[in-house]
């Protein structure tokens, strides 16, 4: 059964700082990498989709890597901000088109 | 408007009783899920459905009854039987039944047992 892993589960950084979040999972037979963003009480919004082709995506300060064979993505974020506060989510899909998460690292960037 | 709808955002059950949480979309999506949210955990899948009028359990069905007779609307019943049901629950819709399409997520529901 696949299992997903975050690291780390909190994150405290300074305005400005470039930062890395952090997704292994078991089972490298994946279809797809997802990033998702989740602000406290709130549903999920996606931010990047990786496709097990590619080897990562960007979108504005936002760049996914994913490596397959060793079961690893990292979530790369540029020059952060307040507003970036909020967990990130990492769901793998398999064979059963059904994602799997991970408990999320949970991000608090102060002024 | 285009969108996931969650109703009620907040509810309160008391023991014993059954309570529906309303999850609808006119995103046209065929596929439909239900996940619970404990603090600190991960999102785990209750039941899903691919099409109308068919729908599978996911990991943690026991306790929860689901329906889906229209395309847009699939709502979660939890049940007398669910011993632990305060949680956030969080439906999602995807287009297809996954691979190339992400999952889009509504508000959530807080449900809260007294």
Redesign the interface.
């Known amino acids: 059964k696949q299992e997903?892993t975050q690291i780390p589960?909190a994150l405290s950084v300074p305005e400005g700082e470039n930062l890395v979040l952090n997704c292994s999972f078991t089972d490298s037979a994946i279809?797809?990498l997802?990033w998702?963003r989740q602000d406290p009480?709130?549903?999920?919004?996606?931010l990047l989709?990786i496709?097990s082709s590619q080897r990562e995506q960007t979108s504005g300060r936002l760049n996914a890597s994913l490596d397959k064979s060793s079961g690893r993505s990292t979530l790369y974020i540029a020059a952060s901000q307040p507003g970036d506060s909020a967990t990130y989510?990492c769901?793998v899909?398999g064979g059963s088109?059904?994602?799997t998460?991970?408990?999320?690292t949970s991000l608090i960037v102060h002024p | 408007d285009g969108g996931?709808t969650q109703s009620p955002k907040y509810l309160f059950r008391k023991e014993g009783q059954n309570v529906t949480l309303s999850c609808e979309q006119n995103l046209n999506h065929d596929a439909m899920y239900w996940y619970r949210q404990d603090p600190?955990?991960?999102?785990r899948?209750i039941y899903?459905s691919q099409i109308v009028n068919d729908f599978q359990k996911?990991d943690i069905a026991e306790g929860y009854s689901v329906s889906r007779e229209k395309k847009e609307s699939f709502p979660l019943t939890v049940t007398s039987a669910q011993k632990n049901p305060t949680a956030?629950y969080?439906c999602?819709t995807r287009r297809g039944?996954?691979?190339?399409d992400?999952?889009?997520?509504?508000?959530?529901t807080?449900l809260t047992v007294l």
Do not use: D, H
């Open positions: 997903v589960a279809y797809n997802q998702f009480g709130k549903g999920l919004t996606s989709l496709q989510l769901a899909e088109y059904i994602p998460f991970g408990r999320g | 996931i600190g955990q991960g999102l899948l899903y996911g956030f969080l999602a039944k996954g691979g190339t992400t999952q889009y997520f509504g508000p959530g807080r």
